[in-house]
């Protein structure tokens, strides 16, 4: 990966900050990241977050911590925390916001445990595909304390397939219809395409399960988006 996503923080942390990013997916069109959101404190949060961060407790790990913004509030608590991105320049601008726990570092090889891992801005997008979810779910089991928790938000798109055919939405189909390619671009330079990955409620719940997870809605949000619990 070209770290795009890394550059651009960087450059709004030095105060370079003239664009924002671009993204989009397989089924949308252009849409603008603003990178001051990025860099949002608690009160700009949308109240998923500000739930999610309510209900951590103990060792934290922030999984895909981007400019480190939800790190930096609960280390303002007194949270012992550890903050992770495959984003070398997310990791740079995270500790020089205070965050030195803070590692580049793929989920899959973390290996320490936690009372609380923060999956947040879609968390689900990390497993990237229903295929690969089992294995990310199964690992993150293994790195929870024996009371912790996996605070995970995500949404259910159904609705951005209104008046397409209909075995977009089907589990017979070939694909789950939360199954994305994302593109990212910032100053023209775009990032190499990833796989991303939007889950439904039900759908999170039934591959928790199978994988000797619990699934619990905490909230939902006003954007077809939800919290849960995972234990």
């Known amino acids: ?25 397989s089924i949308s069109e252009n849409d603008t990241l603003s990178l001051p959101y990025l ?18 407790h103990g060792r934290i790990l922030d999984v895909g911590c981007g400019a480190g913004s939800h790190s930096v509030y609960l280390k303002n608590l007194g949270y012992d925390i550890k903050a992770i991105d495959v984003s070398e320049g997310a990791i740079v601008v995270t500790k020089h916001r205070g965050i030195m726990n803070a ?7 973390e290996t320490a ?4 891992i923060l999956m947040l801005m879609n968390g689900t997008g ?7 979810t089992p294995d990310y779910l199964t690992h993150l089991k293994s790195l929870l304390s024996p009371r912790g ?3 995970i938000d995500s949404s259910d798109i159904k609705y951005m397939y ?15 219809y939360g199954e994305l390619d994302y593109y990212l671009s910032y100053h023209g330079d775009n990032e190499t395409p990833i796989k991303w990955l939007y889950l439904d409620f039900f ?12 699934c619990e809605l905490i909230l939902h949000g006003p954007h077809h988006d939800y919290l849960a619990k995972l234990s």
Do not use: C, W
């Open 1 to 25: 990966m070209k770290d795009v996503f890394g550059k651009a923080l960087v450059d709004f942390y030095l105060g370079h900050y003239d664009e924002d990013i671009i993204t989009s997916t």
């Open 39 to 56: 860099f949002r404190d608690y009160h700009e949060m949308p109240i998923i977050e500000k739930k999610a961060l309510k209900l951590s």
């Open 103 to 109: 590692r580049k570092l793929d989920l899959l090889d």
């Open 113 to 116: 445990q936690y009372d609380t």
């Open 126 to 132: 990390i497993f990237q595909t229903i295929k690969s």
């Open 149 to 151: 928790q996996i605070l």
């Open 162 to 176: 209104e008046g397409q055919e209909e075995h977009y939405l089907l589990d017979t189909s070939d694909k789950y």
């Open 203 to 214: 759908k999170l719940k039934t591959l928790s399960n199978s994988v000797g997870l619990t």
